[in-house]
């Protein structure tokens, strides 16, 4: 069977829903076709990048990764907002590094893109652990580099990982007792943020008109603009549970009280959220840290 056949079925087989694949999926496809790992991901990259959202650069990117310790496969593609400037868009490479922290995963041992990654991308990848083992496939060149090879001199500050769960947030947070379950779903989120310059963890909760619930938690750089926002994490989980922006119903964000001086989301967070879902409020939720 031919390459494009291969990917042609791949289309029918795989619903555009679907965001990972389990390793026992993917053991499955590769049995299926007689291909090996790498083969699948490369003929998958044309099969996930269609579903980019570039509303303003119709540039279609389309990633695929594999987590360090599940093997499971994370898709990803470039995310833009209509009507906010592009410094609020995700990359499809951190659309699936949010991906994994949303499930948990704690690195990602290779990642395949549609284009070289950008150097926003690059030093992004830098920041996940055992970095220096990460794959980097290109399917249009079927090679494999580094991410040395790609980011030689690196800049790193060694002050953890972005997907580490147990280097994350030294801060003991907790958040005024409630029954609301959306709250008590964005707070698992907002312990596992990552914010080494900040101290500023942060996470966002979503409510659907269905009830279905969503969360993501900010995911800070060291090089500052990388940055992942909380609202961005948590639109990748819904997008990758299959759901659309026209079906949120409620949004809160979880952050430091003001009395701490953080920088603060909220006003990013709103402005993205005007455009996505304009008659949803931004509720907000203050986070204060336990002395011990
Ligand atoms: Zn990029």
Do not use: W
Not at 137 to 152: A, F, G, K, R, T
Not at 220 to 242: D, F, K, R, T, W
Request: aromatic letters at 10%; glycine letters at 6%; one cysteine or more.
């Amino acid at each position: 069977m031919s390459d494009s056949k291969v990917t042609n079925e791949l289309k029918n087989i795989i619903p555009d829903t679907k965001y990972y694949l389990t390793n026992d999926e993917v053991n499955t496809l590769t049995t299926k076709y007689g291909i090996s790992t790498e083969q699948l991901i490369i003929e998958l990259i044309d099969v996930v990048k269609v579903r980019a959202k570039c509303v303003t650069s119709k540039c279609y990117v389309g990633a695929i990764g594999v987590g360090r310790q599940t093997k499971n496969f994370y898709f990803g593609v470039n995310l833009e907002f209509s009507g906010q400037t592009l410094a609020q868009s995700v990359h499809a490479e951190q659309f699936l590094i949010a991906l994994a922290h949303c499930k948990g995963e704690e690195g990602i041992e290779l990642i395949s893109v549609s284009h070289f990654p950008c150097g926003h991308c690059r030093q992004f990848l830098n920041e996940l652990y055992q970095s220096d083992k990460i794959k980097i496939l290109l399917p249009n060149e079927q090679l494999q580099y580094s991410l040395s090879d790609l980011l030689p001199y690196a800049f790193n500050l060694g002050t953890g990982y972005l997907l580490s769960f147990s280097s994350v947030n030294k801060l003991k947070l907790k958040i005024e007792s409630t029954e609301d379950p959306l709250v008590h779903c964005a707070f698992k989120f907002a312990l596992n943020s990552y914010a080494p310059y900040s101290n500023s963890p942060s996470s966002v909760g979503i409510q659907l008109d269905t009830g279905e619930m969503f969360a993501g938690a900010y995911l800070e750089s060291v090089a500052y603009n990388p940055s992942l926002p909380p609202l961005q994490v948590a639109l990748v989980h819904l997008i990758a549970n299959g759901k659309e922006y026209e079906q949120i119903k409620r949004v809160i964000l979880l952050e430091l009280e003001s009395s701490y001086g953080c920088p603060s989301q909220f006003y990013s967070t709103f402005a993205l959220l005007r455009s996505i879902a304009p008659n949803v409020t931004l509720e907000t939720y203050e986070l204060s840290v336990l002395n011990n």
